[in-house]
C-alpha cells in the first residue's frame, strides 16, 4: 500500500460510517449474506483496485475478495473488475467509500492515458503537477502513472522551482537563481518559470538548469527553444489541453506538465451489484 493509504481508508470510514450503517442494519439480518461484483460502465483504465479490496476487509474481513483486473489495465464498458462475497451489511457499508476510491483514482489513470495517447511517438513527457486533493497526493500521482504519464515532484522539498512570485519577492531571476544555488544541495535541479521571451533570456544567463515555459503558444514556444538553444531542459505548462497537447510535443520540448490530470480528471463510472442474498 502507497503512504498513508490505510489512514486515507480510515478516515473515510469514519466520515461515511462512523455512526454506522442504519439502512442495512434495519433491512438485513446479521447473518444475511450476499455475492456480487464491481463493474465498469465505460471504458477506462482500472486504478484503485486494491485499495477498494482494502476497504472491504476494513470494513470486515470476512468479506472475500477477488480482483478480476489490475491497476493500469484498459477495461471495456460492462468489463468485471472484482467480485465480492460475504455479510451482506458489511458489503453495503463499504460499498460507496471503496467505489469512491476507484472511481476517483480510474478517472486520473483513464485522462492520463489520454493525454499518453496524444504524445506517443513524440518522446515528450507528460506529467502531472502538485494540483492535488490535500491528502491524496500519493495515490493521485500513482494512478497518473497507471495511466502512462509521469510524476512531477512529489513535494516542495525535491527540486528547486522559482516561479513568478519567488522572483517578484527576491527582486529579479538572477538574484533567486544564485540564492537558490546557494543553499540548494549540489544534486537539485534548478528551474526557472518563464511567461516571456525576456524572462526566459533572465533565465539563461541566470544558469537555469531549466527552463518552464508557462502559458505560451505553439508559436512562442518554437521562438523560445531557438534561444535557448539546448541550453537547459524545457518544460512547457499551462493551457495544455487533450485536443492542442500533441501540438506542444515540439523537438526540444523535454516535459509536458497538465494539472488536470489531477484537478479535472472526471470520476471514472463503475458501480457494485449486488445479486439477491441469502439469509
Same mark, same amino acid.
Given at each position: ?22 439502512? *442495512? ?50 477495461? *471495456? ?28 483514482? *480510474? &478517472? ?45 515532484? *512529489? ?33 537539485? @535541479? ?10 526566459? &533570456? ?36 499551462? &493551457? ?6 500533441? &501540438? ?30 441469502? @439469509?
Amino acid at each position: 500500500m502507497l503512504p498513508r493509504t490505510e489512514h486515507l481508508i480510515d478516515l473515510a470510514l469514519e466520515e461515511d460510517a462512523g455512526l454506522g450503517d442504519l439502512t *442495512s442494519r434495519a433491512v438485513f439480518p446479521e447473518r444475511h449474506a450476499s455475492r456480487g461484483h464491481i463493474e465498469a460502465s465505460q471504458d477506462l483504465v482500472l486504478c484503485g483496485a486494491e485499495v477498494a479490496a482494502h476497504v472491504f476487509a476494513r470494513v470486515d474481513p470476512a468479506i472475500q475478495v477477488r480482483l478480476l483486473a489490475r491497476d493500469g489495465d484498459r477495461v *471495456s464498458t460492462g468489463k468485471r473488475v472484482m467480485t465480492l462475497a460475504g455479510p451482506t451489511r458489511s458489503i453495503l457499508t463499504a460499498e460507496r467509500t471503496a467505489l469512491n476510491f476507484i472511481q476517483r483514482l *480510474s &478517472g486520473i489513470a483513464t485522462l492520463s492515458r489520454r493525454f499518453a495517447d496524444a504524445v506517443k511517438g513524440t518522446g515528450v513527457r507528460v506529467v502531472d503537477t502538485r494540483k492535488t486533493t490535500p491528502g491524496f497526493r500519493a495515490l493521485e500521482k500513482y494512478a497518473v502513472r497507471c495511466g502512462g504519464c509521469f510524476n512531477h515532484r *512529489s513535494s516542495l522539498g525535491e527540486h528547486v522551482l522559482i516561479k513568478d512570485n519567488h522572483i517578484a519577492a527576491s527582486g529579479s531571476v538572477g538574484r533567486a537563481v544564485r540564492l537558490a544555488r546557494h543553499a540548494a544541495p549540489h544534486i537539485a @535541479r534548478i528551474e526557472v518559470e518563464a511567461k516571456t521571451m525576456a524572462e526566459v &533570456g533572465a533565465a539563461l544567463r541566470a544558469g537555469a538548469d531549466a527552463i518552464l515555459l508557462d502559458n505560451m503558444s505553439p508559436a512562442q514556444v518554437r521562438a523560445a527553444l531557438a534561444l535557448i538553444h539546448g541550453k537547459a531542459l524545457v518544460e512547457v505548462s499551462g &493551457g495544455v489541453r487533450l485536443d492542442t497537447v500533441r &501540438g506542444y510535443a515540439i523537438p526540444g520540448v523535454g516535459v509536458i506538465s497538465i494539472g488536470a490530470l489531477t484537478h479535472s480528471a472526471p470520476a471514472a463510472d463503475l458501480s457494485l451489484t449486488l445479486l439477491p442474498g441469502r @439469509r
